[in-house]
């Protein structure tokens, strides 16, 4: 069985971890070796069982630890052109590893994983969606000021979804970040917000979605607590636990997953 494991999810490091035991992918590595190794423990996996990384874009939560990772490991790393030639420019994959260009998806083993474009203030920011062999699926989907037709048509459908849900509006206006880093993140090349997040999780359910992972959630400008009463909310039409299950990844893991 497969399953989908937030280790890491907040502004703060990302790391997710989507597989079995045996084997399986990390959607990026944003935290050092030494806590990856750790979270991967906890939940009982080994980092050995990590076969490749896909990277979404540059930005260090979501990158700084790469470079020990595909030192101690011999795997393949996945992004889109624009993020892999700023991690070649910058040393960012050792050579023990593989450093691969994703155009549209790639297979691995039980696994088609695709990328997908979101807008992000990134290079060439992306999200991905796994679909497995047994006709499961799963999608990782944070780092978006906006939801386009491009991550609709990626995600809509999928069985298991973790979604950004980064910044409580009001917390945001009346928080302690300046004027310009408020724009930036509530551009629509920033971070979705609760309210945001809830629009799109009512249409994740109503395409036949399962299971919601808020995720992504910024440790100033909101709580689990109210990304999920917002969240719950917007879904009242549906009922929890059977219509749809519900999660808010923690910023570090304590060991949940959701089977996909």
């Known amino acids: 069985m497969n399953s989908i494991y937030p280790l890491f999810s907040s502004s703060k490091g990302n790391a997710i971890f989507v597989g079995n035991r045996e084997r399986g992918i990390l959607i990026d590595c944003g935290v ?16 050995s069982s990590v076969k490749a990384v896909f990277i979404t874009h540059e930005h260090s939560d979501h990158i700084k630890g790469l470079p020990v990772l595909t030192r101690k490991h011999s795997l393949s790393v996945y992004a889109q052109q624009g993020t892999l030639r700023k991690l070649l420019r910058d040393n960012l994959i050792h050579e023990n590893s593989q450093a691969l260009e994703i155009d549209i998806s790639a297979e691995l083993f039980d696994m ?3 990328a997908f474009d979101t807008p992000h203030d990134a290079l060439q920011s992306c999200g991905y969606r796994i679909d497995f062999a047994d006709g499961s699926s799963c999608a990782v989907c944070t780092d978006l000021g906006c939801v386009t037709d491009a991550v609709d048509s990626a995600v809509l459908g999928v069985g298991t979804v973790l979604l950004e849900s980064n ?3 009001e917390m945001m206006m009346f928080g302690s970040y300046p004027a310009y880093l408020r724009q930036r993140i509530c551009s629509e090349r920033g971070h979705l917000s609760n309210d945001a997040s809830a629009e799109q999780a009512f249409k994740l359910v109503k395409s036949g979605t399962r299971n919601i992972i808020l995720g992504h959630l910024s440790q100033e400008n909101n709580t689990p607590e109210l990304a999920e009463k917002t969240v719950t909310g917007r879904l009242s039409g549906f009922l ?13 893991t304590t060991g949940d997953m959701v089977e996909i």
């Open 240 to 252: 929890r636990d059977r219509d749809y299950f519900l999660m808010v990844a923690k910023p570090e």
């Open 167 to 169: 910044y409580d509006e």
């Open 32 to 47: 050092s070796f030494k806590r990856l190794e750790a979270a991967m423990k906890l939940n009982g996996l080994s980092v």
């Open 112 to 114: 088609k994983v695709t």
